[in-house]
């Protein structure tokens, strides 16, 4: 199960890093699930929040490259 579960983490952490680097090439994923308070990555945000979350960006940069043709 931890190795399905790093494989899904690595699989979201490459498309989310994709998605921002669409819109600003120099985001970084690991820096925004970066805590600068704690020091620690950001745990306990379900898979289901993060799939919404990238689905709602996706959709933004979707749009933004149709009304910049």
Not at 33 to 54: H, K, P, R
């Amino acid at each position: 199960m931890l190795d399905l579960a790093d494989n899904l983490r690595d699989e979201i952490l490459a498309w989310y890093t994709a998605e921002l680097k669409s819109y600003d090439f120099r985001a970084d994923a690991q820096q925004e699930l970066f805590d600068l308070g704690t020091g620690t990555t950001v745990e306990g945000i379900s898979e289901l929040a993060i799939m919404e979350a990238l689905s709602e960006l996706q959709i933004f940069n979707e749009v933004r490259k149709k009304n910049m043709r």
